[in-house]
T-cell receptor
């Protein structure tokens, strides 16, 4: 079965610093992969998705993710963190027409 | 489109009472998902429908939980009787799916359920 594992339940960065949120997938076939963001008391919003068209995927709010088959990874990055990026981030993969989510990573941005 | 609409946003009920959560998916979407989110268990898929038919309900925790989708624009998740451990945020999501999932799911704002 396809699944994703997010490394680190909490990540803390300073404003302006690089954001790196880690996600590894397990799949026997090329996966569809997604990153979602959840702001407090809100639903989940799609940041970006990988559908095999390109290994580097650009999303909203300056985020991007790179699909690395050799490492079975799909890490999320942003060059410079803003205070408004503080939220919980979920990696997800498609499995039989349904999304399977990782445990989530809470991003804290320090001023 | 207004997006996925859930109601109510908040629900407080007493143990033993019946609770019904409602969802209106995005028009034209053919799949609908109910998720539950808790601190302990994260996001769990409870059930999903495709073309109004339940496809996978393996995530439904107990017989106390039931879900229906009488038409393409409405779904309910019912808990009867409710228990304190059902307290969570329940999300509805919809998507347009084909043979393989390559389109994202759109989430509602969620219903925060508190059972006292």
């Amino acid at each position: 079965a396809q699944s994703v594992t997010q490394l680190g339940s909490h990540v803390s960065v300073s404003e302006g610093a690089l954001v790196l949120l880690r996600c590894n997938y397990s799949s026997s076939v090329p996966p569809y992969l997604f990153w979602y963001v959840q702001y407090p008391n809100q639903g989940l919003q799609l940041l970006l998705k990988y559908t095999s068209a390109a290994t580097l995927v650009k999303g909203i709010n300056g985020f991007e993710a790179e699909f690395k088959k050799s490492e079975t990874s799909f890490h999320l990055t942003k060059p410079s963190a803003h205070m408004s990026d503080a939220a919980e981030y979920f990696c997800a993969t498609g499995q039989r027409n349904k999304l399977v989510f990782g445990a989530g990573t809470i991003l804290r941005v320090k001023s | 489109d207004a997006g996925v609409i859930q109601s109510p946003r908040h629900e407080v009920t007493e143990m033993g009472q019946e609770v019904t959560l409602r969802c209106k998916p995005i028009s034209g979407h053919n799949s609908l998902f109910w998720y539950r989110q808790t601190m302990m268990r994260g996001l769990e898929l409870l059930i999903y429908f495709n073309n109004n038919v339940p496809i996978d309900d393996s995530g439904m925790p107990e017989d106390r939980f039931s879900a229906k989708m009488p038409n393409a624009s409405f779904s309910t998740l019912k808990i009867q009787p409710s228990e304190p451990r059902d307290s969570a945020v329940y999300f509805c999501a919809s998507s347009l799916t084909g043979p393989r999932l390559n389109t994202e799911a759109f989430f509602g704002q969620g219903t925060r359920l508190t059972v006292v």
